[in-house]
């Protein structure tokens, strides 16, 4: 397994995160902001990009070098959303800032429980919208898969760890706290990720 691939890779994919982030903070509308914030999982789906979230989906289908790839991958996630973030502080629309910062705040008085559960329900909707892109074979059905999925869990105000990355990266609002809750939303969203392929694989040996 290529590990710096997989490194760079995923450094694209926080990239793109990052890009979405940007343009949901960008717009006052929520609804317009959770339709192009997609933007940044349609490239990585397209791309083949590595995104933590929609990996994990798949860890329980895979061996043990797939599942060593994804702190690997979080990591990678980590670092593109970061350099997104510190490049915007140094333009002129670098007021996003204080829109992260309101919702970092929201996240940082949560409690862990509640930052979980929104996790776990984030990362049921990516594994809906990565699966449904891959298999359903019509077009217009795989475009709206991936859509529908996002938009769906940042409307309903679900926790995606990459998102949170960048979040916390353009408030400049990163502390033992801030890590310490982000690890509680990865935990979710790993949670969440493969609660539907467990159920599927479940009903499938139903007779």
Request: glycine content about 10%.
């Amino acid at each position: 397994m290529n590990y710096v691939k997989t490194l760079i890779s995923a450094v694209l994919a926080g990239i793109c995160i990052g890009i979405g982030g940007v343009v949901f903070l960008s717009v006052e509308d929520k609804l317009v902001g959770s339709f192009f914030f997609t933007t940044g999982l349609f490239v990585i789906c397209t791309m083949g990009f590595h995104l933590f979230t929609g990996k994990v989906c798949y860890v329980l289908k895979n061996d043990r070098t797939y599942a060593f790839q994804l702190p690997v991958i979080w990591i990678g996630n980590l670092m593109g959303t970061t350099l997104v973030a510190k490049l915007v502080s140094m333009t002129r629309i670098s007021g996003i800032a204080q829109k992260a910062a309101a919702l970092c705040d929201t996240k940082l008085s949560d409690s862990c429980i509640s930052l979980f559960i929104l996790g776990i329900f984030c990362n049921m909707l990516i594994y809906i919208a990565v699966e449904g892109y891959g298999n359903i074979p019509h077009e217009t059905g795989k475009y709206l898969a991936l859509f529908f999925g996002v938009m769906v869990f940042i409307l309903c105000g679900y926790e995606h760890c990459v998102a949170d990355m960048f979040y916390f990266s353009a408030a400049d609002m990163w502390s033992s706290e801030a890590v310490m809750r982000l690890l509680v939303i990865t935990l979710g969203n790993v949670v969440g990720g493969v609660a539907f392929p467990i159920c599927r694989a479940c009903m499938a040996k139903i007779k």
